[in-house]
């Protein structure tokens, strides 16, 4: 949802998908699962703060029903402001991303991993906030996620924009290896370290 261009971080263990952990972490950072009557509105705002195409609202509605918990936003004053959206992988579904088969309305559903199922991998599907301190809200909100139920789990990412892009790579990710477009793998920098310096990567 990011990008086109797939980059990862690799973790060392494949650990079940917690969602209600996740849940947790998230909303201490303010955001709340998008229910189905609320998709039109992720939807709307979506489009306005990622750039190029986005999934469908169908497939943001079939995503949310399978896992459970893949799409979040942030509201102020009655409006969403910002979002965190990721997808659960299961083993099959790593493969085919990384392949280039899992594309934004093309997906599987055994390609994404339900609560409590193995989930080895994540797809960062979405970072993104309509101010600066908005999407550094959704950083700071990843990097929770990322120190705590996505520790262990390979993270990829596709930022489109050149500032995603800049932002993902001074937080460690890289091309990953034997994947579409020469893509390679580097290990998991200090989440901490990664936090204190979350403050510089949003201008």
Not at 113 to 134: F, K, M, N, S, Y
Not at 175 to 200: C, F, M, N
């Amino acid at each position: 949802m990011l990008d086109r261009t797939t980059h990862t971080i690799e973790g060392t263990t494949a650990l079940q998908f917690d969602l209600v952990s996740q849940n947790a972490l998230l909303r201490e950072r303010g955001f709340t699962l998008v229910p189905t009557d609320q998709m039109s509105e992720l939807h709307a705002f979506a489009d306005t703060v990622i750039p190029g195409d986005i999934a469908s609202i169908s497939t943001m509605t079939r995503v949310q029903a399978r896992t459970g918990g893949s799409l979040y936003l942030k509201w102020d004053e009655g409006r969403p402001v910002a979002l965190v959206a990721g997808i659960p992988l299961t083993a099959s579904g790593e493969t085919a991303l990384r392949n280039g088969q899992f594309g934004y309305d093309d997906h599987r559903a055994d390609w994404m991993a339900r609560p409590g199922e193995t989930c080895p991998a994540v797809l960062i599907w979405g970072l993104a906030g309509d101010r600066p301190a908005d999407r550094l809200g959704a950083i700071r909100a990843f990097l929770d996620c990322w120190a705590g139920t996505y520790a262990g789990k390979r993270i990829y990412s596709r930022a489109r924009s050149p500032e995603g892009q800049s932002i993902m790579r001074r937080l460690g990710f890289r091309p990953a290896q034997d994947a579409i477009e020469g893509l390679s793998v580097r290990h998991t920098p200090p989440p901490l370290l990664a936090r204190r310096a979350s403050k510089e990567l949003v201008s």
